[in-house]
């Protein structure tokens, strides 16, 4: 009676899921498809823009006719213009109209421009005039030294040492970026050739000084200190020189009017320490110069200016009080005679030039000819062209009666060159009416090519220097405690071709 029954399943087909797969429709969709379209094409064939009619088959089987070549006609032209294109090619590869071109892609300037006039109203308040100016490695900051080159003792008068930085975009031509407080007029500066923060100074207290711009509270790192070794007179030059034994070491160079020509190297202490050193001597100066304002009484000859040879390292010139510039060596062994030092000192001077008639300011070797022509300028306001195979100048060179400071040769022209000058009689120590003169030799040498007024007041210029780097930025400092950065045009700073050939053969034409 209770027995286990299965019953047979029954199936219903749902008509509602067929249907609407019949109208292809998914089970979430709530509304019929939706037809969508590009709505960048406005048909439904394509077309080129660039073409405005279809291109028929006839068409490109007359265009692919066109562009055939004829190898053959090419080949016998080719052959035909050989010789001539060959001989044109060795023509040009011999020639040498566009010997020392190089393209420049800025802007032409026809005109000198003053793009900053820089000073520190605190020196000018002390009536502190700018004595040196000198580039950092990257050629972007600009230096000055404040002191005081007329006459008076001024060691214990407190100076400044001001930089500016040219490309930072703030910048305040009365508010240096560094200022440095220095206890004795600081008489040059120098900095270092590689690395931009550091500064070398020469004080009148005949003590030098190495400052990093990158310390804030203490910038000085070395010094001389006052010791036997020290300079008796005041520095009125400083170069760094590369130390031969230590390669990231450098060494200092100072000039001095007591004679000496001293070489420094860095101790581990904060101290420099003298390495080697010479004097210019009377007694060693040879015999054949005539030595007019200069008593062989007296031991020492005053040293005012240096500058190295770019061709021959051992070998540089040296500006004296007495009038003379003397090609010296560093390799001569003639001992100086010269007491109270802890090294021996050298006579290095070999041969003297004709003298002005006044006290050398400035020498300045050529960075091109290599038969070492150098400039040297005086206060009889004259400035000469020496080749050092011979005691006579190549050409003096007169502005009227101004004296004349400081002298530089171009970094990038051979034949051009720059002087600092300042107005007055001989006789006086008054120098008035500064200017910064520019002379292009191409253009012939009896006068100054352009003649800048660095300021509205009567102000002698006593130093300048060009930017290696930024080859159209001349600095120029005065008596009125200003620094005046100019951009030159460029007429100065582009070499024409065969400049140094030109520089060459003035220099035989005046020596035959």
Request: proline share 5%; hydrophobic share 40%; aromatic share 8%.
């Amino acid at each position: 009676m209770f027995a286990d029954r299965t019953a047979p399943g029954a199936d219903v087909h749902s008509l509602w899921r067929s249907a609407q797969s019949a109208r292809c429709e998914a089970k979430t969709c709530q509304t019929e498809r939706i037809s969508t379209a590009e709505a960048a094409a406005q048909s439904h064939t394509g077309q080129d823009a660039a073409v405005q009619m279809e291109q028929s088959k006839d068409a490109v089987q007359d265009f692919q006719q066109e562009v055939q070549v004829d190898y053959a006609g090419l080949l016998s032209f080719l052959q035909r213009v050989e010789d001539a294109v060959i001989k044109e090619l060795n023509k040009n590869w011999k020639s040498h109209a566009f010997d020392g071109f190089e393209v420049n892609w800025t802007d032409q300037d026809e005109k000198v421009l003053c793009l900053h006039t820089l000073s520190y109203p605190e020196a000018q308040d002390q009536n502190l005039q700018v004595t040196s100016v000198s580039w950092n490695a990257t050629g972007s900051v600009v230096a000055c030294s404040y002191g005081r080159l007329d006459n008076g003792d001024w060691s214990t008068e407190k100076s400044y040492v001001c930089a500016w930085n040219l490309d930072r975009r703030g910048l305040t031509p009365q508010h240096p970026d560094l200022v440095v407080d220095v206890p004795s007029s600081v008489m040059c500066l120098a900095f270092h050739p590689s690395q931009p923060s550091l500064i070398a100074g020469g004080l009148f207290s005949g003590e030098l000084v190495v400052w990093d711009t990158s310390r804030t509270e203490d910038p000085v790192i070395w010094r001389t200190g006052m010791t036997d070794d020290t300079h008796t007179d005041p520095v009125y030059q400083v170069n760094w020189l590369p130390d031969t034994k230590h390669r990231n070491h450098s060494r200092l160079l100072s000039v001095s009017t007591d004679g000496k020509i001293l070489v420094w190297r860095e101790e581990r202490d904060g101290r420099l320490a003298l390495a080697e050193g010479f004097a210019i001597v009377a007694q060693q100066i040879p015999r054949s110069t005539r030595l007019k304002k200069m008593a062989w009484g007296e031991a020492a000859v005053g040293v005012t200016s240096l500058s190295f040879s770019h061709f021959n390292p051992g070998m540089f010139v040296v500006g004296v009080e007495g009038g003379y510039s003397l090609m010296c060596s560093t390799a001569a062994q003639t001992p100086a005679l010269l007491r109270g030092s802890s090294v021996p000192l050298r006579a290095p001077a070999e041969l003297a030039f004709s003298p002005h008639a006044g006290p050398v300011y400035s020498v300045s070797c050529s960075p091109f000819h290599r038969q070492n022509l150098f400039l040297s300028c005086a206060t009889d306001g004259q400035v000469h062209l020496h080749s050092m195979l011979q005691t006579q100048p190549l050409f003096a060179l007169q502005l009227s009666k101004k004296y004349l400071f400081c002298v530089r040769w171009s970094p990038v022209r051979p034949l051009v060159f720059a002087a600092a000058s300042g107005e007055g009689n001989r006789n006086e120590c008054l120098c008035l009416a500064g200017e910064v003169h520019l002379f292009d030799l191409a253009r012939g040498r009896q006068k100054p090519t352009v003649s800048l007024k660095q300021s509205l007041s009567d102000c002698p210029v006593y130093c300048l220097e060009f930017n290696t780097k930024h080859t159209r930025l001349l600095a120029a400092g005065d008596a009125a405690g200003t620094v005046k950065v100019w951009k030159l045009s460029s007429e100065f700073t582009e070499q024409g071709p065969k400049e140094i050939n030109h520089l060459e053969q003035l220099a035989s034409e005046i020596m035959d």
